[in-house]
């Protein structure tokens, strides 16, 4: 079995990528563990600057989390993981900057990464959204309460409360991501960008990260009311009958029926 992420020092710039695309680069305990490590490592190694994050194949980014893997009763957290959050990333800031290389769709926990990240370049075929509601869940990995920092709240909230995508240019025009480019041209891209970045004098682009993002000690403290209401709401949801019809239907390929308990 191939490595759930594949990491790759080039110059000053660790190239991280999702490397499960026989499951849409979902997520299981060993991209956990994989992607969470590789944060790891580019904060404690001096010669890693920013880190740029992508998904194998040219299809998808990441497709949240792997529904099979939770299905068959398997944790996406393996132990030591669980404070860096979804993925090991989404409560896992470092103060090196990191990009997404967006080379398809990012749905649900896709999405989420992208949130997480500091900067992103996207092929023209990308998608995002948050379509949990639709299946009885909450987008519990800070997408509820991040979307609506990095979007206009009326779009966020469409968003997040119809379940619907929204493609490449409208997530440019809002400022969702910072670049739109064919999907051959990602990488090169997100490379180039990350390469300005190494220009610059490595502890200033790091304290101005911190500062920017309120990072302390590895945390995000302006966050941590936020991700208190997200885990109640997500106790609260994921143990409703809702959430088991959810997938149920999916499954069945039938319209869910909803009962608000």
């Known amino acids: 079995m191939s490595e759930a992420v594949l990491t790759e020092l080039r110059d000053n710039v660790l190239l991280v990528t999702l490397n499960r695309p026989e499951a849409r680069n979902a997520v299981n305990g060993d991209l956990t563990l994989g ?68 080379n398809g769709t990012a749905l649900g926990g896709g999405t989420e990464l992208v949130l997480a990240s500091d900067l992103a370049v996207v092929a023209e075929h990308a998608t995002f959204g948050l379509p949990e509601v639709k299946r009885g869940l909450i987008a519990a990995a800070g997408g509820v309460f ?51 970045i190494v220009e610059n004098a490595p502890l200033s682009v790091q304290a101005s990260k911190r500062v920017a993002l309120g990072l302390r000690d590895g945390t995000l403290p302006g966050e941590a009311e936020s991700w208190a209401a997200s885990d109640a709401a997500m106790m609260q949801v994921f143990t409703s009958e809702d959430a088991m019809e959810g997938p149920i239907a999916f499954a069945e390929k039938r319209p869910p029926v909803w009962k608000g308990r």
Request: glycine share 10%; with cysteine.
């Open 35 to 102: 992607l969470g490590n590789a944060l790891e490592r580019a904060e404690n190694e001096l010669e890693i600057r920013v880190v740029v994050l992508t998904g194998a194949g040219d299809q998808t980014f990441c497709a949240g989390a792997d529904l099979k893997a939770i299905s068959r009763g398997e944790g996406l957290n393996p132990p030591g993981t669980e404070t860096w959050g979804f993925a090991g990333m989404v409560q896992h800031p470092i103060s090196k900057p990191v990009i997404a290389a967006v």
């Open 146 to 196: 991040r979307l609506p920092e990095q979007l206009p709240r009326k779009l966020a909230m469409q968003v997040i409360l119809t379940g619907d995508p929204i493609d490449a240019e409208t997530a440019l025009r809002w400022g969702l991501v910072n670049e739109v480019v064919p999907a051959a041209e990602v990488l090169p891209r997100a490379l180039e960008l990350a390469g300005r």
